[in-house]
T-cell receptor, first 115, second 114 residues
C-alpha cells in the first residue's frame, strides 16, 4: 500500500538531548513537509522540501533541522535549542510544489514528550 | 500575509442534525481552499478542496463547502451528521501560483452526540 509512515509513534526527550523523527513515503512524491500541531493552534509549518537535496525553512524552523538525501525520506531533528518541543508532529507529502493546488497527504504523526 | 480563522473551536451536535463549520480567510492575493479532517491520534485527510469553477464543492461522505469570495468564507456543511463524523476539522489555504505551503486555521472539534 502506498502511503506515509512516521516513527516512532511516541518519543520521549530528555533535557539537552537531540531527537530525530522519521518520515518515509512510497508515493513517489517530490515535495515533503513537516508540521507541528499544538492544541487550539492548528498546524504550523516547520520545514519543507520541494525536491531531493533541497529544503527551506517554514514559519517556525528555530530549534529544528532536516535533511533530504533521498526522495522517500525527510527526517526531522528536534535539537536542544527547541525549548518547548512537546507537540504532535506531522509529516506530509505532495506530488509537486507547483501552483498551490496539490493535495498534501499526511502521515499518522509522532507525539513528542519531554521528560 | 494570509490567515485563516475558524470561528468555533468546538461544535456539539446531535446525531442526524445539520451542522455548519465556519471558516474565513484573509489574503491579498487569490487562494485555493481546503478542508481536512483529523480523527483522534491520526494524521489529516483531505475532505474537499476548491480550486476553480463551481463555488460549491462536495465530498464523497456527504459534506459540502461553498466558496464565497465577497465574504472571504469557505464554510463546511453537512445536512445530517453521524457519530462517525466526530473529529477535528481544519480549514486551510494556499496562495495561487506561490508554492504549496498550507496555512491552517485553529481547527473545529465536531462532537456528535447520540
Amino acid at each position: 500500500d502506498g502511503g506515509i509512515t512516521q516513527s516512532p509513534k511516541y518519543l520521549f526527550r530528555k533535557e539537552g538531548q537531540n531527537v530525530t523523527l522519521s518520515c518515509e513515503q512510497n508515493l513517489n512524491h517530490d515535495a515533503m513537509y513537516w508540521y507541528r500541531q499544538d492544541p487550539g493552534q492548528g498546524l504550523r509549518l516547520i520545514y519543507y522540501s520541494q525536491i531531493v537535496n533541497d529544503f527551506q525553512k517554514g514559519d517556525i524552523a528555530e530549534g529544528y533541522s532536516v535533511s533530504r538525501e533521498k526522495k522517500e525520506s525527510f527526517p526531522l531533528t528536534v535539537t536542544s535549542a527547541q525549548k518547548n518541543p512537546t507537540a504532535f508532529y506531522l509529516c506530509a507529502s505532495s506530488t509537486g510544489w507547483g501552483g498551490g493546488q496539490e493535495t498534501q497527504y499526511f502521515g499518522p504523526g509522532t507525539r513528542l514528550l519531554v521528560l | 500575509a494570509q490567515s485563516v480563522t475558524q470561528l468555533d473551536s468546538q461544535v456539539p451536535v446531535f446525531e442526524e442534525a445539520p451542522v455548519e463549520l465556519r471558516c474565513n480567510y484573509s489574503s491579498s492575493v487569490s487562494v485555493y481552499l481546503f478542508w481536512y479532517v483529523q480523527y483522534p491520534n491520526q494524521g489529516l485527510q483531505l475532505l474537499l478542496k476548491y480550486l476553480s469553477g463551481s463555488t460549491l464543492v462536495e465530498s464523497i461522505n456527504g459534506f459540502e463547502a461553498e466558496f464565497n469570495k465577497s465574504q472571504t468564507s469557505f464554510h463546511l456543511r453537512k445536512p445530517s451528521v453521524h457519530i462517525s463524523d466526530t473529529a477535528e476539522y481544519f480549514c486551510a489555504v494556499t496562495l495561487v501560483n506561490a508554492g504549496n505551503m498550507l496555512t491552517f486555521g485553529g481547527g473545529t472539534r465536531l462532537m456528535v452526540k447520540p
